[in-house]
């Protein structure tokens, strides 16, 4: 168990890319502190099978973050059953790595679609959620690769650059007319989870080899940093983009 506070009390959140992996970890982390009800999320919710029947607060939603009209019925759901939103959490993304002479079209649309559209249409479709209590927390997982790049990264560094700005712009809008509705990114270095299982063990050596504290992070290392983002902890913090890498970029 990782959340341990109640930071959550009452909280309705929603988190894209819930059934395993990062988004898994944050959906436990959010429930366990205490939310009222987490939306679990996810294109694939078999995995979910294996610890969504250990909360009751934790509702599985099947849901492709770039199917406009499901994002609606999510919205619309939302509405009838709390009448309001107030944290949503943008995990859910994709890899399709190529070196840039080898990157297919088809690569670069695919992970374009999902990590930065997907963000894009799920934060619309949730915002007027937000808007109804002119509060709430956004925070959306970028990445390393989105502030620093990396060789075979050409899509996933884009979308996740364009995470970045899309959320710094969010920080600015959102918050017009003393509104408290915050917008911010996590950028997790290189995490234990099947996305960084992928990587081959000689490579994966290497990466370990450039982290100050010496080893992958754990997906509880994000989810404690979501957790404070998502809070009113961060009350006052809106537009950044918290670096969970172990030392890696500085
Ligand atoms: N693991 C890492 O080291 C690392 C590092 C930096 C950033 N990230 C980011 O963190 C997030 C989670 O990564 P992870 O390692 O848990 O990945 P993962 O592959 O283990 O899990 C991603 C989840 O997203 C879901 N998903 C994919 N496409 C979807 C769609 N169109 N609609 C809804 N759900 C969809 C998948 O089914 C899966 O359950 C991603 O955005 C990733 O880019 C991960």
Redesign the pocket.
Known sequence: MTGTSRDMHNNICVV??A?????RCISETLAQAGAARVYA????MA?ADAWLSEYDNVTAVP????DSEALSRLSARILAEHGRLDVLVN????TRDALLDKMTEADWDQVLN??LK?VFLMTQAMLPLMKLNQSGSIVS?S?IVGTDGNIGQSNYGASKGGVISMTKGWAKELARGGAQIRANCIA????N????QAVPERVLEKMIARIPLGHLGDPADIAEGVLFLASQRARYITGQVLKIDGGLVL
């Open positions: 894209t890319g059934a395993r992996g990062l988004g999320c996810d294109i694939d995995p849901l492709d973050v770039c995990n859910a993304g994709i999902v990590n997907g997982i990445s997790p270095g290189f995490i989870t099947e996305m960084t």
